[in-house]
């Protein structure tokens, strides 16, 4: 570890500001409370790291998230002890499943309180534990820069994850010399970045053996920062390709040899390429349940290549065959080299039986709707969306049928434009969200998808967003229902819709004029491509479009728990 | 491992979150205060192990793992047991019980013998079944140590 070699004392309070500007990390999202007060007040004194203020400690997590899934770089976060750091506990463990690059800082009573039960006392450390990659209790004031570098170190590093650090009152207060470490060194924990090279050469000569190549990429994709990589690598082959939920934009969703989404409600052609497979390449993809669906009859005919910067991630549910341990961009650049370098080529004539048979699947036109209907139907909203906003909107989405659809019906040609809630699947996310991703963006558009049910969970940031004069687009899908779970209701429960009917809503039109915002109603299909154009053109509101849609609609195909990719149904 | 506080929490935690078994876990600081070391035994098909082990390894505090099932290797655990002795018959058969056992009588009082004893669990099993004919008043085990025979060694 390098020392700088300047040094001054400061308080624990400025050491933290000090550190954060050290890191780049000039946006933070939090709320203050006794704990963390020397910290406001040092944050008060400066002007670097900017402070936004969120109404609830969910929303400053969730708003971090969609920063650094907007951006690469990792979310901030400070929450004061007890409450604000239970109340973050939700966007932790959210960060968490998704693999967000985080640090959560934590206030904390003063050391000489810990353990005695003492006023907003709560055992951050020991509750955060399983859902963080790593966390922390800073003991003295002279760990404090240390560990701020190690945070960030973990949380960006490997897989990323959310890294909190508590800091007891009485070290912010603390003095002591400080002087930031340039780079830093454990000696447990060491994230593997290059693929190893024979591997590499395995999992080519497989690939390029392939009659029924498959390519299915994930978040990872994205994280990794490697969509440009993949999609040489895919033109290259000219295989056919399917992106998971946190994987879109990973491939350009408008090309051909892009499949769409595969999974629980992923497209017929998609599972159908994927249970057809003699070869899979899974790339950056944790082979999630709502992915494989039944295990056992999960790719029956496929052998399997799998490059995961995790190796916990690798057979973990599916036993591979040739698992490469690394990070995606470099192990795709060498792919691609070795490809390159080789004189075997995918087999032409195989692939062209193979694109046949998958255009067959396609031509199922999995994702049809009815288009005549009289009452709004989520997926044309959705369509309008991505036509008027030209498919290069930042997109944040709650949790539920409408995050579906606009997994399937917004096409995302570029990376870290969709924002949403997968491993965890928290309603609430998507206002924050996109708070977070206007704030890294504030002249791109930025929509969030939501539902009457999800959008009630944070929608306290409604007021951050006035705060911050964000123009954010929210577009609810308004079908009077928790909509996924009454569709399982319907289909899995013979209509018995228990508690998943929402009463009792609020004027959404009403609220978001209250909150300061403009509201829009749209009960008319016709209305809809109007609403939305009339929304986009005001730059500087935001707007909220109620769309009351049809309430019975379903997400088709759907690969019911259980069942077999294969096994869909369909509209 | 780190010899932090935290760190035991965070791999007896990891099996309770995932759902594995911990049949015995020792630890205790190394000759590096830095460090400590932990032997955990627990059981598992093969795929369940290479998942423990790797997600062990992924823990920030775990420095180095090795499963002593791979290599040839020595598994110790000690035990004290505390007997009541009724009569001279009873102290000589007690007596006689833990030098067949190699152990040793390490406390006596006018009603109880204390036996010390090490070795692999089955051995401690055994012992525990030779007594039965006694009162046991309490049994404490200290759990499995273990560590690879030759050249192979757990070490940074
Ligand atoms: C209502 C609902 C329905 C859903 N339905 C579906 C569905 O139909 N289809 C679907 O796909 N998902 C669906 N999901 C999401 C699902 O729950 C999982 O979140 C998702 O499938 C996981 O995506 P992933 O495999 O890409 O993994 P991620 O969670 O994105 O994990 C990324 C993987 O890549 C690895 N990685 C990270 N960074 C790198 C790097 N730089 N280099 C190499 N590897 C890296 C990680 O170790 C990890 O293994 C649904 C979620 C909800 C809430
Ligand atoms: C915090 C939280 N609680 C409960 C759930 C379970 N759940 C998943 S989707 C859903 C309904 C969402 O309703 P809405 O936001 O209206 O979206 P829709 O499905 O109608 O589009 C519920 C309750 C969840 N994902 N998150
Ligand atoms: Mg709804």
């Known amino acids: 570890m390098q020392q700088e070699t300047k040094t001054v004392e400061l308080t624990g309070a400025e050491i933290f500001v000090r550190c954060l500007q050290e890191e780049g990390a000039d946006l933070i999202f939090g709320y203050p409370g006794g704990s963390v007060l020397h910290i406001y007040d040092a944050l008060y004194r400066q002007d ?6 969120v109404r609830h400690e969910q929303g400053a997590v969730h708003a971090a998230e969609g920063f650094a ?5 990792p979310g901030v976060v400070l929450v004061t002890s007890g409450p604000g750091a239970t109340n973050a506990v939700t966007g932790i463990a959210d960060a968490y499943m998704d693999s967000v690059p985080m640090v959560v800082f934590t206030g904390q009573v003063p050391t000489s309180l810990i353990g005695n039960d003492a006023f907003q006392e709560v055992d951050t450390v020991g509750i955060t534990r399983p859902c963080v990659k790593h966390n922390f209790l800073v003991k003295d004031v002279k760990d404090l820069a240390t560990t701020i570098k190690k945070a960030f170190y973990v949380a960006t590093t490997g ?3 959310p890294v909190v650090v508590d800091i007891p009152k009485d070290i912010t207060a603390a003095r002591c010399e400080f002087s930031y470490p340039k780079s830093i060194k454990m000696r447990s924990y060491n994230p593997t970045v290059k693929g190893h090279s024979g591997q590499i050469r395995k999992a080519v000569d497989l690939i390029l053996s392939a009659k029924q190549p498959m390519l299915y990429t994930g978040g990872g994709v994205i994280l990794g920062n490697a969509a440009k990589s993949l999609t040489e690598l895919t033109r290259l082959l000219n295989y056919p390709i399917t992106n998971t939920l946190m994987g879109l934009g990973g491939y350009p969703a408008s090309d051909r040899q892009f499949l769409g989404m595969l999974g629980m409600h992923g497209t017929y052609e998609a599972n159908m390429a994927m249970h057809h497979a003699d070869v899979l390449i899974a790339i950056g993809a944790r082979f999630d349940d709502r992915v494989t669906g039944n295990i056992e009859k999960f790719c029956p005919h496929a052998r399997i290549v799998h490059v995961d910067v995790d190796p916990a991630s690798i057979s973990k549910n599916v036993k591979v065959d040739v698992p490469i341990v690394g990070q995606v961009d470099p192990v795709l650049k060498a792919m691609i080299k070795e490809i390159k370098a080789g004189e075997a080529r995918p087999d032409q004539e195989a692939l062209a039986k193979w694109w046949k048979q998958i255009d067959e699947w396609r031509a199922m036109d999995c994702l049809k709707y009815d288009k005549t209907s009289e009452l709004i139907k989520p997926q044309h909203v959705l369509e309008t969306l991505w036509r008027l906003t030209k498919g290069d909107a930042f997109v944040c989405s709650d949790v539920g049928q409408h995050q579906m659809w606009t997994a399937q019906f917004y096409g995302f040609d570029k990376p870290n434009r969709w924002i949403n809630s997968g491993g965890l699947g928290t309603m609430g996310f998507g206002l924050p969200a996109a708070i977070g991703t206007q704030i890294a963006h504030p002249d791109e558009t930025v929509v969030c998808v939501t539902g009457e049910a999800s959008i009630q969970m944070c929608i306290q940031e409604l007021s951050t967003a006035l705060q911050y004069h964000l123009p954010i687009k929210v577009v609810a899908l308004n079908n009077r229902y928790m909509g996924m779970v009454r569709q399982w209701q319907e289909f899995f429960y013979q209509g ?6 929402m009463d009792a809503l609020p004027d959404f039109v009403q609220l978001a004029e209250a909150y300061g915002h403009v509201g829009m109603r749209i009960e008319q299909p016709g209305d809809v491509e109007g609403a939305i154009q009339e929304a986009l053109k005001m730059k500087d509101r935001l707007v909220f ?3 009351v849609t049809d309430q019975s609609e379903n997400v088709y195909p759907m690969v019911p728990a259980g069942a077999g990719q294969n096994e869909m149904i369909l509209l | 491992m780190e010899n932090e506080s935290g760190a035991l929490s965070r791999v007896a935690g990891l099996f309770s979150a995932r759902g594995y078994n911990i049949e015995s876990l020792t630890v205790a600081p190394t000759e590096d205060p830095t460090l400590s070391r932990l032997t955990l035994v627990t059981r598992g098909s093969d795929e369940v192990i290479e998942q423990i082990t790797k997600q062990l390894n992924k823990l920030v505090d775990v420095v180095k793992l090795l499963d002593l099932t ?9 035990m004290m047991v ?7 018959e009873q102290r000589a058969e007690v007596v006689r019980m833990t030098e067949i056992f190699r152990g040793h009588i390490i406390d006596v009082s006018n009603t109880t013998y204390v036996v010390e004893l090490t070795g692999d669990s089955p051995k401690l099993d055994a012992f525990i079944d030779a007594v039965r004919g006694f009162e046991v008043v309490e049994v404490v085990r200290s759990g499995v140590m273990g560590i690879a025979r030759g050249d192979v060694a757990l070490r940074l």
Do not use: C, N, W
Not at chain 1, 48 to 53: A, E, F, N, Q, W
Not at chain 2, 72 to 77: A, K, L, N, Q, V
């Open chain 1, 48 to 53: 670097k790291v900017k402070h936004i203020l």
């Open chain 1, 69 to 73: 899934k907007s951006t690469g770089k």
């Open chain 1, 159 to 161: 897989r990323p994850g």
């Open chain 1, 496 to 501: 018995r819709y228990a508690m998943s009917y």
């Open chain 1, 545 to 547: 479009m109620d769309f």
């Open chain 2, 70 to 78: 791979e290599h040839r290797h020595i598994e110790r655990e000690m």
């Open chain 2, 82 to 88: 505390k007997l009541k002795v009724q009569d001279g």
